[in-house]
């Protein structure tokens, strides 16, 4: 998932100290998380050392009105100390003119903000799982795919609004992931950028329609990509399900086959502390016979300022090959201050 995504959700990160500098005021934020992590699929892959993490999210935001009545805010996440996963995003809200963002790394552009949108108490069921398939029964591992409806990481999203309607439109410059400093450029030049548009509807209390499409650069040819859900929540229980497609220009070789992924899910508040959640991805990859199945079960309980989650995914049929499987398991428990 996204770290975005997973600060947003997260309840977890406590505020420790706001400094100012020329430009502005900037808070600074993080979280104490550190989890255990089962290992992974039927044999051991042998990076097994030690199964345990902590998190290193640090957060610095700040935002200010100008002159015009508009208002610009910032953010800056590191993810670790190399930079990896960091992401940094500057928004421009023009008021009933819509807001325009620049985001880099991990920052959601366009339809990458509607790729999963089914109900979980913490992880999708795909997390942990299809970038390396583990062996089973002395089969060859092969690489898997989640097949997920993003773009590139860096770009710029312009969202406007309407009564019930919310309207995005994403653009990723050449569909690179580079992070760039001001006055420097980055990443291969390759032919189009990654475009799309996509709406979210919530024509009622508790149901929100979501519906988008776009292109991505695959070399020298464009994806295209298409998806379609809903959600609805009628007190404690949550139900969502999701249709993806994405047509490969380079279609029915290896792993990018055109695919079409039905998602479905359902999340049970049992009380204001304590919630579970189970979730099935199935993609239908053109060309093989196997369909790749995702399923994953994710629960939460927070108790005063800690909180215990924990989920398992596994998939089996990893990119349409028989018997290859992948398993992920994380326990965390996180503390806010």
């Known amino acids: 998932m996204d770290n975005l995504k997973k600060l947003g959700l997260s309840a977890l ?21 550190i989890s255990y992590t089962g290992a992974q699929g039927e ?27 508009m208002t610009v805010s910032l953010v800056h996440t590191f993810a670790t100390a190399t930079g990896d996963g960091s992401t940094s995003a500057i928004t421009l809200d023009m008021g009933s003119m819509g807001t325009l963002g620049y985001g880099q790394d991990s920052y959601q552009v366009g339809i990458s903000k509607i790729d999963d949108i089914i109900p979980t108490a913490e992880e999708e069921v795909s997390n942990g799982l299809g970038l390396t398939a583990t062996e089973s ?32 439109i994403g653009f ?3 569909g690179v992931d580079t992070l760039n400093d001001d006055g420097a450029k980055g990443g291969t030049d390759g032919d189009g950028s990654d475009s799309s548009i996509h709406a979210v509807i919530t024509p009622m209390d508790g149901l929100t329609i979501v519906a988008g499409t776009g292109e991505r650069v695959n070399g020298n040819q464009m994806d295209d990509l298409e998806t379609f859900g809903l ?10 399900l999701q249709v993806s497609e994405i047509d490969y220009a380079a279609a029915n070789s290896g792993i990018a086959r055109d695919a079409e992924t039905t998602y479905m899910g359902l999340a049970f508040a049992v009380n ?18 196997v369909d790749q199945e995702l399923s994953g079960m994710s629960v939460g309980y927070s108790m005063g300022g800690i909180s215990l989650k924990a989920h398992q ?3 089996e049929g990893m990119g349409g090959t028989t018997s290859n499987e992948s398993e992920h398991t994380e326990i965390s428990v996180s503390f806010a201050f």
């Open 43 to 69: 044999e051991d892959d042998g990076n097994d050392g030690n199964r345990f993490g902590m998190q290193r999210l640090v957060t610095m935001s700040g935002s200010g009105e100008l002159d015009n009545g």
């Open 272 to 289: 204001e502390n304590f919630s579970i959640s189970y979730g099935e991805q199935e993609t239908e990859l053109d060309g093989v016979s």
């Open 231 to 240: 959600t609805y929540t009628y007190g404690p229980v949550s139900a969502g």
């Open 172 to 174: 990723a410059p050449r």
């Open 13 to 33: 990160a406590g505020s420790l100290v706001a400094f100012s500098a020329n430009a502005g005021e900037l808070a600074v934020s993080g979280g104490a998380k």
């Open 313 to 315: 995914n596994k998939g």
């Open 137 to 168: 029964e002395g089969s060859t591992a092969v690489n898997g795919n989640t097949y997920e409806v993003d773009l590139g990481g860096n770009g710029f999203n312009y969202t406007i609004s309407a009564d019930m309607a919310t309207v995005v």
